[in-house]
């Protein structure tokens, strides 16, 4: 059963990303986005990181892709942009870089389970165990808020910043 | 389902990849990148699953960077369609003196 | 003496010689430099501005408003040297009568110390150098005392005496420098001066470039005399005069290759400065500058450098033996050679300049043939008739200058042809120069007899050692006969017969200031007594002594056998004494009266000669251009030679250097340096295209390549 879900998510999110990245209108590319961005959250509840799917869901295809829709709205780019895709030599080196990069990837990706160092890993049953003791949101929460404190207090102030920034950048000049 | 998790990952970011090569459009360029984290933020969760729960911890952060990212770069992308009145990257070209 | 120097010098042993201050005589120029520098600098500077100003002030204008920076030089540069002479004069009389075998040397500092090298910062006293010191500082101060009068209209006066002051003081640390390298500062130092004082109306190209001639042909010398110092740095390990000479018998084996070279290249040397045949180019060139300046440098001091070099490193020469043959050969060939191209020359310090080099010749046939101490008397007594000479020539062209500017006439005032009959003008300069006449022309009793003539002799009596010498021989009485020809011409063309300066400028031509009669008159006495101080017994005891009633002596021959006994005596082991008459036989006596009848003869013959022929002003008068006399009076082409096998090749060789080595290698390799670096730079932007894409996709590239490292 999860396999199945396993696969169905995963042909919906490459079929999403790949209606992002040859749509010609922006805001289908968009809407692809989103559906890519749902079938990953599903990956996610299959991978045991239901928090993370929500955050997914809630932040992403949410408030993000939302973001994105505004600006092109706020620009009036929402129609068929002919030139946006390139063509010729251009599409030919870019498909040949994707291809070798795929390839490389690919190869080597596949048998990582066999890999000395997949071995060593603990396994899904450590972290089902973790999550039977402390439920999800105590799992993330327990590290985030102790080990990594430090850093999550310097994303607050990042965020901070981004907003300031964003705003500074954004607005019309006076 | 470890290796066809990362495989997956890995094709989505070459997807992501892919669309900041053949694309024009600077907001569809920026998407494909937000794409290309995404890819990374599933083989990050994949292998959370094996090796410990700070995979999760370190998506939580990618996500948050992401926002910061998103709202940051679509500010820059409206600054420069007030400008160019275009979002068509072949206009750029400030990177060049 | 030792009451005078109580309490101002620290005593040492010096034999009981007490040398008094002798840095202080070094010194003492060098301040006049400095203070005459300043004065120089203010009245260069207040010149400008007055040019700036628009009203370029006439040379008559300045007189009537004597500036301090035209009073003070007037005071400190003859000062300096008064009182230089004056310390010179007491050290001198403190070493009369002191047996001093061993030279006093005075160190104030270690200039240098590098490695093996120590070069102490020392002066030498000691018979040569005082004899130096005499007539440096005592010529030297009459010429200060004569440039006052003739300098005082020009603008640069302060100038002028800044640069004298300063060679002075460099002339001086040649000849009392301890060591070779303290001689050397001296040695480039009085070329500098020469170069400046030359060209010191450089506002004339002609002079300038004959700056730089003299200059540029003086390196060649001092190539020479560097060569040598690091040979003998090399074999000896110190450069110190004492401690060469000392070992030197001992380390270079005598006639050897090591003591030939050194002597060689000392003479090389020797022969730039002391303008010698065949660097003597320069000399003539040389008469550019101010007349007291040809004078003090060009005819007193510096040029004898060579002499006294060869006199200094006499022990050197003795054991070359073929050194000192070439020593005393090209004396003799430059003596003839000079005095052959002043039978032709017009110009009064052009046939002046040709004596001196001829002169000089003869020093250096003396010190070649062992004769060192005749040699540096006639070096002694040249000083003397030449200075008096150059300064009589100075005053006649001081008194023509005015007489040509007075009426605005555009005549050479230094071309003897526009003279004649000054001797009603310039009664005094007349006659001070006939005395300097006869002297160089070697009648007695005047200075030249008695040094010009025993110089033929000891080249006469060097005749058993090789036939070498009996033509150096032939060569001496020939160059003497010469001499006392054209100076004759030069006096009977200058003073005697109808004046040709034109009617209307003879008006002005009148006697120079005290300030330069003065130094005439005490220079005329000295050419005729200056002699006096050398006589060999046999000829004291004859007529020409007066039968031993006139005050003469062999002074001079006792006073310099401490510096010359090595050399003497290395002479004496490996050549034998030679005989003691000339080769023709005969004895002094004999010889002295054939010298000074035969000399006396040509001066009265060509007086009558000269007298006899039409002489024209050289407006009127056309070169000669063929024959024996156009040879001549181009100077045997020598220049034109010069130009065309060495300065035309060498331009032409610096040319191609220039437009091939330089513009085309090198510049072309930088450029190409260059060219390939934009090219690079070009084809490296062409990836900067400024689209993100491209960027993009290079990113990509190194993601794979990274990948391909990490993998394979």
Redesign the interface.
């Known amino acids: 059963m999860v396999d199945i879900l396993f696969f169905v998510f995963a042909a919906t999110a490459v079929g999403g990303a790949l209606g992002v990245v040859l749509q010609k209108n922006p805001v289908s590319s968009l809407l692809f986005m989103v559906g890519t961005l749902a079938s990953l959250a599903g990956l996610f509840v299959l991978m045991e990181a239901h928090f993370l799917a929500a955050i997914q869901v809630i932040v992403y295809a949410g408030a993000i892709m939302v973001l994105f829709l505004f600006v092109i709205m706020l620009l009036n780019l929402g129609h068929d942009y002919r030139d946006d895709l390139k063509t010729g030599l251009g599409m030919f080196t870019a498909f040949a870089a994707a291809g070798a990069l795929a390839g490389v990837l690919v190869s080597q990706l596949r048998g990582v389970e066999e890999t000395p160092l997949a071995q060593h890993f603990p396994g899904p049953d450590a972290l089902d165990q973790l999550l039977a003791e402390q439920g999800i949101i105590g799992a993330i929460a327990h590290p985030l808020f102790t080990d990594y404190v430090v850093a999550f207090e310097l994303v607050g102030i990042l965020l901070l910043v981004a907003l300031v920034g964003a705003i500074v950048i954004a607005k019309r000049r006076v | 389902m470890l290796a066809e998790a990362l495989v997956l990952s890995a094709i989505l970011f070459v997807i992501g990849t892919t669309g900041v090569l053949i694309r024009r459009n600077a907001i569809i360029m920026f998407l494909c990148v937000e794409l290309q984290l995404n890819a990374v933020n599933l083989s990050f969760v994949a292998l959370s699953q094996y090796i410990g729960i700070e995979g999760q911890v370190f998506v939580f952060f990618i996500m948050t960077v992401a926002a910061a990212e998103a709202a940051v770069g679509l500010a820059i992308i409206i600054s420069i369609f007030r400008h160019y009145e275009t979002v068509n990257v072949d206009n750029f070209n400030l990177l060049k003196w | 003496m030792g009451l005078l120097t109580t309490g101002l010098v620290a005593q040492d042993a010096g034999g009981g010689f007490d040398p008094l201050l002798p840095g202080l005589i070094v010194l003492l120029p060098f301040l006049g430099f400095v203070a005459n520098g300043i004065l120089a600098l203010v009245a260069g500077t207040r010149g400008a501005a007055r040019v700036r100003a628009g009203n370029e002030a006439s040379e008559t204008a300045d007189n009537t408003k004597r500036t301090l920076t035209q009073t003070l030089p007037t005071w400190i540069g003859p000062g300096v040297m008064l009182a230089a002479f004056i310390l010179t004069l007491l050290n001198f009389v403190g070493l009369l009568g002191v047996e001093l075998t061993e030279p006093v040397i005075r160190s104030y500092w270690t200039w240098m110390a590098t490695g093996t090298l120590t070069v102490e910062a020392a002066l030498q006293l000691d018979q040569l150098s005082l004899i130096m010191m005499m007539v440096v500082t005592g010529v030297g101060f009459l010429i200060h005392v004569f440039s006052v009068g003739y300098m005082k209209e020009d603008p640069g006066y302060a100038r002028y005496f800044a640069y004298l002051n300063l060679f002075v003081f460099f002339m001086l640390t040649l000849v009392m420098g301890a060591n070779f390298p303290m001689m050397f500062v001296g040695w480039e130092g009085v070329g500098l001066c020469s170069y400046l004082l030359i060209g010191f109306w450089f506002q004339d190209r002609e002079k300038a470039d004959a700056g730089k001639k003299a200059f540029i042909v003086n390196r060649i010398g001092d190539f020479g005399l560097l060569m040598a110092m690091f040979m003998l740095f090399a074999l000896f390990g110190t450069l110190d005069y004492v401690a060469i000479f000392e070992a030197a018998p001992e380390v270079m084996a005598y006639g050897g290759f090591a003591a030939t070279a050194i002597a060689l290249f000392l003479l090389l040397g020797a022969i730039g400065k002391s303008a010698q045949v065949p660097l003597y180019v320069w000399l003539p060139d040389a008469m550019a500058g101010p007349t007291p300046v040809s004078a003090l440098i060009h005819a007193a001091t510096m040029v004898t450098a060579g002499v006294y070099l060869v006199a200094r490193a006499s022990v050197l020469f003795a054991l070359a033996p073929v050194g000192a043959a070439a020593v005393a050969t090209v004396g003799a060939v430059t003596a003839l050679f000079a005095a052959t191209i002043a039978l032709q020359q017009y110009d009064i310090k052009k046939v002046l300049a040709y004596s001196t080099v001829s002169q000089l010749g003869f020093m250096f046939m003396a010190v070649g043939v062992g004769a060192y101490a005749a040699g540096v008397f006639h070096l002694m007594t040249h000083a003397f008739f030449k200075a008096l000479l150059f300064l009589g020539a100075g005053a006649v062209i001081h008194s023509m200058h005015h007489a040509l500017h007075a009426t605005h006439k555009d005549w050479d005032a230094q071309d003897m042809r526009n003279m004649g009959g000054l001797r009603r003008f310039m009664p005094v300069t007349w006659i001070t120069m006939w005395a300097a006449t006869l002297a160089i022309a070697g009648v007695w009793p005047f200075a030249g007899f008695f040094s010009k003539d025993e110089i033929i002799w000891f080249v006469g009596t060097s005749a058993p050692a090789s036939a070498l010498y009996v033509v150096l021989w032939a060569m001496a009485i020939a160059t003497a006969l010469l001499t006392a020809f054209y100076m004759t011409r030069l006096m009977v063309m200058t003073f005697h017969g109808s004046n040709r300066t034109g009617e209307g400028e003879r008006g002005h031509l009148h006697e120079a200031p005290l300030s330069m009669t003065v130094p005439l008159g005490i220079l005329a006495v000295l050419s005729v007594v200056g002699g006096w101080v050398n006589v060999p017994g046999s000829i004291r005891e004859s007529i020409f002594g007066g039968f031993g009633l006139l005050p003469m002596s062999d002074w001079l021959d006792r006073w310099m056998e401490p510096v010359t006994a090595s050399a003497q005596a290395i002479r004496l082991e490996q050549m034998g004494a030679y005989a003691s008459t000339a080769p023709v036989g005969g004895g002094h006596v004999v010889w002295g009266a054939i010298a000074t009848g035969l000399a006396l003869a040509v001066v009265l013959v060509g007086a009558r000669l000269v007298a006899s022929r039409e002489i024209r002003p050289a407006t009127e008068s056309e070169a000669p251009a063929t024959g024996i006399r156009g040879l001549l009076y181009n100077k045997w082409y020598v220049d034109e030679f010069y130009d065309r096998f060495i300065v035309k090749p060498v331009v032409g060789l610096s040319r191609f250097c220039w437009r091939w080595i330089d513009q085309v290698l090198i510049d072309g390799t930088v450029n190409a340096v260059g060219t390939v670096s934009r090219g690079l730079g070009w084809f490296g932007s062409l990836f900067?295209?400024?689209?993100?894409?491209t960027?993009?996709?290079i990113v990509?590239?190194g993601?794979?390549a990274l990948?391909?490292v990490l993998?394979f």
């Not at chain 3, 900067?688 to 894409?693: K, L, R």
């Open positions: 900067q295209t400024g689209q993100i894409n960027y993009a996709f990509t590239l993601a794979l990948l391909g993998i």
